[in-house]
């Protein structure tokens, strides 16, 4: 094994409270990005 | 008054049939024709694989939710297509054979006016020699059956290491042309997690073996992603992910043969090698199901319909990769030559792969098929729905809703670990799917922002949030259609 991720890196991953927010963060963002839309991408509909 | 036929009821069919009967007048009849009697909300099977979850924890039985929900469920599986019916009946239909109850080997004509063919992928373990769930020491996590065999095989291997015994253990892919890397990277990590749990990390080797021509790849091109403040490729983000925890990686190769405990595969450079190993999972090729469709005179006409999956709207020309472009994929999943067939979710062709085709020194095809994940499947699927529901309600044809892969969004959460304080999970969104590098030429096709990886504990809450919101969403709660695909 190698450690690739640092200790305080590896803190913030694992901190629930951080990863509360980050959990509130995360679920919106997805939530924009995959409700945010979809469409064709052909000529005729531009 | 018109008749839905929808065939299969995984992701894609059963979110077809549920807002056809949610949004369609009860006039109209809905009719599911599907040979698992059980819904399973896929995605999980990877905690079934480890013991985290039971079977009975993502599923439930389709039969009671259809009946109370209007909706009509034959428990039998379409055996050939007839879509300009025959010389005894005038109108479409699929011949249907049950699988069971007192009819089961029945066969039975169910027509339609509209068709939605749903019914995913063969898991086709046939393409490679000697690969069969539970057989071998191979073992799969696609379903709910294969993931409970999974997790007895590693439990008992566990209890072995537990008494010193050092174990070898292979996941990724079963054949040079398998895609769902995703589900593989998941197990890998689930399972690593777990060995970490029961204290005997250490006397396991961990491999990942995978026909992607680099990490991180997952049959979509790889991508370039936001990584907090950084920007890396998918292929760094999971060697540091591999790295870290200690597992070993096997890339470019196409598994081509298992024997009790041992591997065969060809690598991208043409060389030919095994690995040993005392426990596999591995994602086998998805295939079509081989299904035939005949004209009203009863003369075959399958290549109108299938070319392996089922053809829809895609550009199906063949050409070279330097020449793909976005518009190749399908929108409306519609398939040309009979207009009241569609085929979202995995059960269309795809135009091509996405991930760059390659080629051993030997000339073997060694590269991902292209993933159609449990997103695009929903949404495709919703779409074939609401142009359907427009065609009827506004009694002319109707294909407004459009959804191509090259202008869509999909998240991938993957588990990297399960448990409420110390399960973590790799989040990756990709925008789009398919990467259209005209609209986003800098960065590897896709939107940066849009496109990103996180990882840590909020990861794996949110798959738990997602399996449970998903689940109550199928079961046709209060408010389930406010739940997006
Ligand atoms: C282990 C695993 C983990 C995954 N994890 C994720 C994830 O985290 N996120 C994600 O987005 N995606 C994930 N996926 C992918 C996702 O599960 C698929 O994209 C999705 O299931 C595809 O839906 P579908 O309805 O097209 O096909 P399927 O879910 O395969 O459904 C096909 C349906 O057709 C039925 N059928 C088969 N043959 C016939 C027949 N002859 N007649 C009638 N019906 C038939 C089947 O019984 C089934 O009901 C995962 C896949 C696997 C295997």
Redesign the pocket.
């Known amino acids: 094994m190698t450690r690739r991720i640092s200790k305080t890196k590896r803190f913030i991953m694992m901190n629930p409270i951080i990863q509360f927010f980050k959990f509130i963060y995360l679920s919106l963002k997805i939530l924009v990005i995959v409700a945010g839309g979809h469409g064709g991408t052909r000529r005729v509909d531009q | 008054m018109s008749r839905i036929v929808v065939?299969?009821?995984?992701?894609?069919?059963h979110v077809a049939a549920t807002h056809l009967r949610r949004k369609l007048s009860k006039k109209h009849t809905v009719t599911v024709?599907?040979?698992?009697s059980n819904y399973q909300w896929?995605?999980s099977?990877?905690w079934v694989g480890t013991g985290r979850m039971q079977p009975k924890d993502i599923i439930f039985p389709l039969a009671p939710l259809y009946k109370k929900k209007g909706i009509e469920y034959k428990q039998?599986?379409?055996?050939t297509f007839h879509p300009e019916g025959d010389t005894e009946i005038e109108k479409p239909y699929i011949l249907?054979e049950y699988v069971a109850g007192e009819t089961v080997g029945a066969m039975e004509k169910v027509t339609y006016d509209y068709l939605i063919n749903?019914?995913?992928?063969k898991l086709a373990f046939d393409m490679t020699e000697g690969l069969k769930p539970a057989t071998n020491k191979a073992y799969s996590?696609?379903t709910y059956t294969h993931a409970t065999e999974a997790w007895h095989a590693l439990d008992q291997l566990i209890q072995e290491m537990k008494q010193g015994k050092k174990k070898k253990i292979l996941i990724g892919t079963g054949h040079a042309k398998s895609t769902?890397q995703?589900?593989a990277f998941?197990?890998i990590l689930n399972v690593e997690q777990e060995l970490n749990r029961h204290g005997v990390r250490d006397m396991a080797e961990l491999t990942w073996i995978a026909n992607e021509p680099q990490l991180g790849d997952f049959g979509m091109d790889g991508m370039l992603l936001s990584y907090g403040s950084n920007i890396m490729k998918s292929s760094e983000l999971v060697e540091m992910v591999f790295e870290d925890r200690g597992i070993k990686w096997i890339i470019g190769a196409g598994v081509n043969k298992i024997e009790d405990g041992i591997a065969h595969y060809e690598t991208l450079d043409g060389e030919y090698h095994t690995e040993t190993y005392d426990f596999t999972m591995l994602?086998p090729a998805f295939s079509g199901?081989g299904?035939k469709a005949y004209d009203k005179n009863n003369k075959d006409i399958t290549d109108k319909l299938f070319k392996g999956f089922m053809i829809v709207d895609a550009d199906y020309t063949p050409k070279p990769y330097e020449e793909w472009t976005v518009q190749d994929w399908p929108e409306t999943y519609q398939n040309p030559s009979y207009a009241n067939i569609f085929a979202?979710?995995?059960?269309f062709a795809p135009p091509h792969a996405i991930s760059k085709p390659r080629v051993s020194k030997n000339g073997t095809p060694i590269s991902p098929a292209p993933p159609?994940?449990?997103?695009p499947?929903g949404i495709t699927?919703k779409l074939v729905a609401d142009n359907i529901i427009d065609t009827i309600n506004n009694k002319k044809p109707s294909l407004r809703h459009k959804g191509s892969m090259g202008n869509m969004g999909?998240a991938?959460?993957?588990s990297s670990g399960y448990g409420i304080t110390k399960g973590s999970g790799i989040s990756i969104t990709t925008f789009p799917i398919v990467p259209d590098f005209n609209k986003y030429p800098d960065t590897y096709g896709r939107r940066l922002g849009k496109t990103f990886g996180e990882i840590g504990l909020a990861g794996h809450w949110l798959?738990l949030a997602l399996h449970h919101a998903f689940l109550y969403k199928a079961k046709m709660r209060p408010f389930w259609w406010l739940i997006p695909e």
């Open positions: 065939l299969g009821a995984g992701i894609s069919g024709v599907s040979p698992n896929v995605p099977n990877i039998a599986k379409v055996v249907a749903a019914t995913g992928p996590v696609c769902c995703g589900a998941e197990y994602i199901h299904f979202p979710g995995i059960a159609r994940t449990g997103m499947s699927a999909a991938c959460i993957a798959k």
